[in-house]
């Protein structure tokens, strides 16, 4: 928005630097006075204004354009995406708090005496992987 005002600003002054130089070209400045062309000089400003008037009208309609397309798609693409995002952030989270129990459990079978890991049944143990082999070096989450 401030992009397009700023191109019609200077859009306003380059009309306004031509109609001057085109008036002092047309009117050169001599020691005699020129009559002046009221009417032909009348005509240009006008076509001068009408021109303006079109750019001005084709610019607000283009910011009324944008602005639309702004609050709508966006609004609506981007609550998916961070949707999406919160998912696979969620994902990411539950894989490390599960890599994590796992090298609990393995951290918990060091610990334990050989007595107490054989008195443990191996049923227990055969149902928690992370206990069968807890020797295994534990490997840390990576972050992404």
């Keep these: 928005m401030k992009n397009l005002r700023a191109l019609l600003i200077a859009l306003i002054v ?39 008037n079109f750019i001005e009208s084709n610019m607000a309609r283009l910011e ?18 961070q949707f999406d995002l ?20 393995r951290l918990d079978e060091r610990t334990l005496s050989t007595s107490a890991r054989a008195m443990r049944p191996r049923a227990e143990r055969s149902n928690d992987p992370c206990r069968l082999n807890p020797d295994v070096p534990l490997q840390f989450p990576t972050s992404h």
Aim: aromatic fraction near 2%; hydrophobic fraction near 40%.
């Design 14 to 52: 380059a009309v306004a630097a031509l109609i001057a130089i085109s008036a002092r070209a047309y009117y050169p400045e001599t020691g005699g006075a020129l009559p002046q062309d009221t009417v032909g000089l009348d005509s240009r400003i006008r076509a001068l204004e009408q021109r303006l």
């Design 64 to 81: 009324q354009q944008s602005m639309l397309n702004s609050t709508r798609q966006p609004s609506s693409n981007r609550s998916e995406l």
């Design 86 to 105: 919160l998912q696979r952030q969620i994902g990411t989270l539950q894989i490390h708090i599960n890599e994590i129990e796992c090298g609990l459990a």
